[in-house]
């Protein structure tokens, strides 16, 4: 079992910096991929960035594609979202997610089958 926690969310003004943390613990060896979702109010979640445990390969939604960067401590079993040029838009519960499928790419959130609780960003205008 994977647990993993989240932190960092808080309320910035827009054009500012954020950086998001979670931490995995249990079975954090096997995991091929993690990545950072987002549910706005009212809307459904989506994909904003993945990352492979191994290779440290990255993919990225176009809309946060040059504003925001995940990154990996493996040895910490820590994963960070630096979230930077922030908008009202990016408004959003953010999750960290893990899945220890093979193969995977992109952003499909039925690949991935352990979440975080989540942690609230809030961008004011």
């Known amino acids: 079992q994977v647990q993993l926690v989240e932190s960092g969310g808080g309320s910035v003004q827009a054009g500012g910096s954020l950086r998001l943390s979670c931490t995995a613990s249990?079975?954090?060896?096997?995991?091929?991929?993690m990545a950072w979702f987002r549910q706005a109010p009212g809307k459904e979640r989506e994909g904003v960035a993945a990352?492979?445990?191994?290779?440290?390969?990255?993919y990225y939604a176009d809309s946060v594609k040059g504003r925001f960067t995940i990154s990996q401590d493996n040895a910490k079993n820590t994963l960070y979202l630096q979230m930077n040029s922030l908008k009202p838009e990016d408004t959003a519960i953010y999750y960290c997610?893990?899945?220890?499928?093979?193969?995977?790419?992109?952003?499909?959130?039925?690949?991935?089958?352990?979440w975080g609780q989540g942690t609230q960003v809030t961008v004011s205008s």
């Open positions: 249990g079975l954090t060896y096997f995991r091929q991929r």
């Open positions: 997610a893990a899945t220890f499928r093979t193969n995977t790419e992109g952003l499909r959130e039925d690949d991935f089958g352990y």
């Open positions: 990352i492979s445990t191994g290779y440290g390969t990255t």
